[in-house]
């Protein structure tokens, strides 16, 4: 069993940074794919990024990529999202998730935070 979590969400103007946290908790942390999905309001959940087990393998959504950037601390069995160049677009309520492998689909994950709300102003 995994416990997941987020951190870190808040209200930032266009263009500004933020970086959101995922605390798990158990000791099999390391062995789980860990990924980022958000859910704006009335749209579906939706893959922004994820990570391998080790941290060598990454994976972006096109709407995210140069922009955001997945890592994780095993020692600290946390995953974090940096977010930069933040747009209006990217207002959603933001959920980590834990999962076998390393996919973009969101029935591949077993366990899911309570999500963190980021809120961007034009």
């Known amino acids: 069993q995994v416990q997941l979590v987020e951190s870190g969400g808040g209200l930032v103007q266009a263009g500004g940074s933020l970086r959101l946290s995922c605390a798990a908790s158990g000791r099999t942390f390391s062995t789980y794919a860990m990924a980022w999905f958000r859910q704006a309001p009335g749209k579906e959940r939706e893959f922004v990024a994820v990570i391998s087990w080790s941290g060598g393998a990454t994976g972006y959504a096109d709407s995210v990529k140069g922009r955001f950037t997945i890592s994780r601390d095993n020692a600290k069995n946390t995953v974090y999202l940096q977010m930069n160049s933040l747009k209006p677009e990217d207002t959603a309520v933001y959920y980590c998730?834990?999962?076998?492998?390393?996919?973009?689909?969101?029935?591949?994950?077993?366990?899911w935070g309570q999500g963190t709300q980021v809120t961007v102003s034009s």
């Open positions: 998730a834990a999962g076998p492998m390393p996919m973009q689909t969101m029935k591949t994950y077993d366990y």
